[in-house]
């Protein structure tokens, strides 16, 4: 059974770029969340969709956005990107929202 | 909302050696999930074990065991006969059951284990 797949692995933009990152989620699961990890602020949720709806979101600012497709696949997108933005972005997918396997992680670097 | 604490930040082994990490939470509730995951250099987070509060027994998953102390709201996991492979940061995780309340999983910040040889 293949496990939680994200894309692309490594990823470099500029301040006020936009991105996309992408997650394919264990075949079966319907749940997927985003969580963002940075040295300073320690594994934050972003947001999680449980059958293309938006369950829960994190605190963060509008330019965090997502979406879930009807195959469970899900995108994160960054606007206008900032410095701070540059993280380890995670994604993690569970069968109803209780054991959550992740992904291997977008690195992303804004310059 | 759900406040997990991790309060070592490292931990050192000897190989072969028991260690043990701590983690408090503080929750209102009376069930919801508790784990505790692993993250290697790879930066690939990895399941260690999982504990449900509503079961008294301790998980344990090969040499990996937890001590869950549900009045205490403690969680530590036990890593027995350490190995070189055990080397990470390890998080401890809750994640609440209610569909009234967020499913996201809340962590600790970490705690870095080595393994010396």
Same mark, same amino acid.
């Given at each position: 059974?293949? &496990?939680?797949?994200? *894309? ?5 933009? *500029?301040? %006020?770029?936009?991105? *996309?990152?992408?997650?394919? =989620?264990?075949? &079966? ?9 940075? =040295? &300073?602020? %320690? ?6 969709y ?7 979101? %994190?605190?963060? =600012?509008?330019?965090?956005? %997502? ?25 993690a ?10 992904g291997? &992680? *977008? ?5 | ?10 931990m ?18 009376s ?6 995951? $692993? ?16 079961k ?16 205490? $709201?403690? #969680?530590?996991? $036990? ?17 609440s ?9 809340? #962590? ?10």
């Amino acid at each position: 059974k293949a &496990g939680v797949t994200q *894309t692309p692995r490594y990823l470099i933009k *500029t301040r %006020g770029q936009q991105v *996309t990152l992408s997650c394919s =989620p264990i075949s &079966g699961h319907r749940s997927v969340s985003w969580y963002q990890q940075t =040295p &300073g602020q %320690g594994l934050q949720f972003l947001f999680e969709y449980f059958s293309e709806t938006q369950r829960n979101k %994190g605190n963060f =600012p509008g330019r965090f956005s %997502g979406r879930q497709f009807s195959n469970s696949r899900s995108e994160m997108n960054v606007s206008t990107l900032e410095l701070g933005d540059s993280a380890l972005y995670l994604c993690a997918s569970s069968l109803w929202g209780n054991e959550a396997f992740f992904g291997q &992680g *977008t690195r992303l670097t804004v310059v | 909302a759900q406040t997990v604490t991790q309060s070592q930040p490292e931990m050192s082994v000897q190989e072969a050696e028991t260690v043990t990490l701590s983690c408090t939470y503080d929750t209102s509730e009376s069930d919801y999930y508790l784990f505790w995951y $692993k993250q290697p250099p790879s930066r690939q987070m990895i399941l260690v074990i999982r504990q449900e509060a509503y079961k008294q027994q301790n998980a344990t998953e090969n040499r990996f065991s937890v001590n869950f102390q549900k009045a205490a $709201k403690s #969680f530590s996991l $036990k890593i027995s006969d350490s190995q070189l492979g055990d080397a990470a940061m390890y998080f401890c995780a809750y994640r609440s059951v209610s569909p009234s309340n967020d499913y996201k999983l809340s #962590f600790g910040a970490g705690t870095t284990v080595t393994v010396r040889a």
